[in-house]
Structures are given as structure tokens and as C-alpha cells.
């Protein structure tokens, strides 16, 4: 008899395991159920729609009708679940203010995360956005094409804020942003971060550091910081950082991590073995030192889903825990990182050193060769690698890449020298900068 599997949420995480579920399992009947208007849509892309890069909306989407067709899912957008009863394997939803109900032999939980709104006065106002959703990019944009906005204030220094800054900068916005840390993309060093910040000054756009968002004054206006200054701004986009959507699963009985995401093992079960959770909901492990951690970035959520595919056709794959390998353009810079740096590492009272390199992305003598800065970081004693951050203006991704392969692969830094990467001047020097700091790292570790 055929499976009867149910999913809540779509997107990266419940989208791709319907899909992959009916590629191992022709006969499931499988249902979607998505509280917002679309069930599969390219989240990442939605600040480059702002800023006008991707020009047609639809690209983002994936058409329901199409998805539903194609994968043989039957799908209900615009309904939430509203609560699981484990003992009789049920859920009940709601959808235009009507209360449903069914059955399950699986439920997969897949319902993402949401922005954090910080609780300070005045932040209900029509000039405050958060983005997470189509609708979210949809308000953005209708409030820029029709009150022409000159300033923008960005609060938050990590992906999303800086994914925002950069595209409201293209629309030729006044940029201000701003990050209650030292400095900003706190998934690299401060002095790796330095180089973004300088970059940024550069562009006329105004970096406060140390500083927060107190309240707003003047219908949104005007912003007052934790330090008592006051910015005058037309829009404000708040990126502050997100929290997983446990609250379904909380209710459930279903046992949370250490990090407040949803608990769950090597093959992305609950604490209840017919219920699965993936996603940016869900606690994974550090790859290196497997203690817990919340990772909302889209790979993870895609292999989440073959880990779960493969489960449930009875071809168990476990899940071997994350890097948290991740890349960002900030204007003309490129900034990456994988595994961990010296923050991570000093929480998890890791002894360890790091070493650091300012290259060039390929042979200097031939043209439009650009500045590059490798750092690593590796145990004292083995010089097994522990993480990286690389930041430039062209060649970060490969280079970032090799090095989360052998972070993965579990080489040292004496293995960076001996890495055969390619050469032409083209594309890197007869020592590429990886075998570089690699030799560089090993003089340091003797």
C-alpha cells in the first residue's frame, strides 16, 4: 500500500524533498502544504529582483501548477498547519479561515525561519521592511516605486543586510549600514572583515559599527541608536538575523537542541521516527567538532532532502554534519568562508593558529590581475585544517572551494603545498595562493 507523505512547508527544504521523494518512490501519495502564496522560489535571488539585476520577476518562481504536475504533489498553498497529534498521526489546517484535517504515515517538517523583529517603539511603520518571502520582496518594491525613496538604512552587517545594501546602492539609494559587532559578516575575522568595511567607505556608503537600532521616531523616519544618534532615513531594511519556526513541532512534543532548532539524527528524524524536520528549523552538527549549530543556507537544506529520500526508500545515507561554506558579493568584493575562525574556535576552546596571505587572483604580469586575502585556521600541533575566509575582488570562489575540500577530505596544511590546482596566467601563478599560504603555514607550524 502506498505511503501517505506529508510535508509542511515549501522552498528549499519541503520543495526538494517532495521532488526527491518522487524520484526513489513512484507510488507516494504526497502532499505540500505551504502557509504562503508560493511553494518553491529562489529566496537568494530576491535582492538582485530589487535591485534590478534579475529583471523578470517569475524567474524566481517555480509555477505551482507546473511543480504539482510534474512531481504529481498535491499541493495546498495558502494554508498552515496549525498542530500535529502524534497519537492518532494527524494534522489540522487551516485555510481561509476553515479548519481541515488528515492523516500521514511520514510528516516531514520543513517550515523554515523567520526574521527577527526587534522589540523597540515606533517599528510599526509603513518604511520597515524585513525580506524573507516573495510578499516581502513584493512591499519592497512597490514602496521604491512609488515613494522614491533617496535613503536607505540597513540594520545588520550579515548576508541579507549586505545583500540589500548592495542592490538598493545600484538603484542609486544613499546607504547607510549598521551592526551592533565590532564589524561586519561575523563568519570571518574582524580583520578580514576590515577589508569589506574599507571597500564600502570607499563607495560613499556610511558604516556604524558598535551600534543599534533603539526606536524610531517620526513614522519611521527617523531612526535613534543605542548611542543616542539619530539618522534620517526614507526606507529601513531590518536583517538582524532569523529564528527557526519550532513553535509546530515545540506544541508537538517534538525535542529541540541546544540552539533552540529542532532536534534531530544522522537521518533527520525527530525524537517521533515517522516524523522527519530539515531546513533552516532544524539543529545540525559542525562537520569538525560535532557540536550543534544552526546553518540556514541552501545546500544543507538539499542534502537534508537526499538524507530523507534515501531514508524512506530504505537506502539510509547519514547525514555527516556541515562546514557552513558560504560566499557573498559586497560591490566589486567577493567574500567566503567555510569551517570555522577564531571566534568559532575560541567557543569551542579549540587551541589553534591562523595564517594570512594578500595575493594576487592570477599571474601579476598579466592583465586585470586583482588582490586576493586567504586566512586559515588549523590545530597547533597536526596543522589540520579547521577553517577559512577568503575575501577579493576576483577568484574567491574556487579558492574558497579547494580549501572546504580539504577541510572535508581532512588534510593539513602541509597538503595545501602539494595540491596540484592548474596553472596559466590567466588563472593563477605557477604556485596558485593556496600552495602559497600552505608553505607559508608550514613554516609557521615548524
Given at each position: ?46 535582492p538582485y529582483h530589487i535591485g534590478g539585476t534579475v529583471e523578470k520577476r517569475d524567474t524566481l518562481l517555480y509555477p505551482v501548477e507546473k511543480f504539482a504536475e510534474k512531481y504529481n504533489v498535491n499541493v495546498h498553498i495558502d494554508t498552515e498547519v496549525m498542530s ?191 516524523i522527519y524536520a530539515l531546513g533552516d528549523a532544524v539543529e545540525v552538527r559542525d562537520f569538525l567538532t560535532g557540536s550543534p549549530k544552526k546553518i540556514a543556507l541552501a545546500w544543507p537544506a538539499h542534502r537534508q532532502a537526499y538524507i530523507i529520500s534515501s531514508h ?60 586576493l586575502w586567504i586566512k586559515i585556521f588549523y590545530n597547533g600541533d597536526t596543522g589540520l585544517l579547521y577553517g577559512a575566509n577568503v575575501v577579493g575582488y576576483e577568484g574567491v570562489d574556487k579558492r574558497m572551494a579547494v580549501l572546504a575540500t580539504a577541510i572535508k ?38
Amino acid at each position: 500500500m502506498p505511503q501517505k507523505i506529508v510535508i509542511v512547508g515549501g522552498v528549499g527544504g519541503g520543495a526538494t524533498v517532495a521532488s526527491q521523494i518522487r524520484r526513489t518512490d513512484k507510488d507516494a501519495e504526497i502532499f505540500l502544504f505551504e502557509k504562503c502564496g508560493y511553494i518553491s522560489f529562489a529566496n537568494c535571488g530576491m535582492p538582485y529582483h530589487i535591485g534590478g539585476t534579475v529583471e523578470k520577476r517569475d524567474t524566481l518562481l517555480y509555477p505551482v501548477e507546473k511543480f504539482a504536475e510534474k512531481y504529481n504533489v498535491n499541493v495546498h498553498i495558502d494554508t498552515e498547519v496549525m498542530s500535529i497529534n502524534r497519537r492518532h498521526k494527524t494534522i489540522q489546517y487551516k485555510r481561509n479561515g476553515t479548519s481541515n484535517e488528515t492523516s500521514y504515515d511520514k510528516l516531514i517538517l520543513s517550515p523554515g525561519a523567520s526574521p527577527i523583529v526587534p522589540n523597540v517603539e515606533g517599528i510599526d511603520n509603513s518604511r520597515t521592511f524585513t525580506l524573507r518571502t516573495i510578499e516581502d520582496m513584493d512591499r519592497i518594491n512597490e514602496f521604491i516605486s512609488s515613494s522614491h525613496p533617496e535613503k536607505t538604512t540597513i540594520i545588520g552587517g550579515g548576508f541579507i543586510g549586505l545583500e540589500m545594501l548592495e542592490n538598493l546602492h545600484a538603484l542609486k539609494l544613499n546607504c547607510t549600514i549598521i551592526d551592533r559587532s565590532p564589524h561586519l559578516i561575523k563568519s570571518v575575522d574582524g580583520d578580514m572583515a576590515e577589508i569589506v568595511e574599507d571597500h564600502l567607505k570607499e563607495k560613499n556608503i556610511e558604516v556604524l559599527l558598535n551600534d543599534g537600532l533603539a526606536a524610531f521616531e517620526n513614522d519611521g523616519k527617523t531612526l535613534v541608536l543605542n548611542s543616542g544618534k539619530k539618522i534620517n532615513t526614507d526606507m529601513t531594511i531590518l536583517a538582524v538575523g532569523i529564528k527557526p519556526n519550532t513553535k509546530l513541532a515545540a506544541e508537538a512534543s517534538l525535542e529541540l537542541g541546544n540552539s533552540g532548532a529542532i532536534a534531530v539524527n544522522e537521518f533527520m528524524q525527530t525524537n517521533d521516527p515517522d516524523i522527519y524536520a530539515l531546513g533552516d528549523a532544524v539543529e545540525v552538527r559542525d562537520f569538525l567538532t560535532g557540536s550543534p549549530k544552526k546553518i540556514a543556507l541552501a545546500w544543507p537544506a538539499h542534502r537534508q532532502a537526499y538524507i530523507i529520500s534515501s531514508h524512506l526508500s530504505n537506502n539510509p545515507v547519514p547525514y555527516q554534519g556541515n562546514l557552513g561554506s558560504s560566499i557573498l558579493k559586497v560591490l566589486d568584493l567577493t567574500v567566503a568562508a567555510t569551517g570555522h575562525n577564531s571566534a568559532t574556535l575560541e567557543e569551542e576552546g579549540r587551541i589553534f593558529k591562523h595564517t594570512k596571505l594578500s595575493a594576487y587572483s592570477h599571474a601579476a604580469y598579466y592583465p586585470d590581475s586583482k588582490k586576493l586575502w586567504i586566512k586559515i585556521f588549523y590545530n597547533g600541533d597536526t596543522g589540520l585544517l579547521y577553517g577559512a575566509n577568503v575575501v577579493g575582488y576576483e577568484g574567491v570562489d574556487k579558492r574558497m572551494a579547494v580549501l572546504a575540500t580539504a577541510i572535508k577530505g581532512r588534510l593539513t596544511v602541509n597538503n595545501l603545498s602539494e595540491l596540484e590546482l592548474g596553472y596559466s596566467p590567466v588563472y593563477s601563478s605557477s604556485k596558485d595562493p593556496i600552495n602559497i599560504i600552505g608553505y607559508k603555514a608550514q613554516e609557521e607550524l615548524n
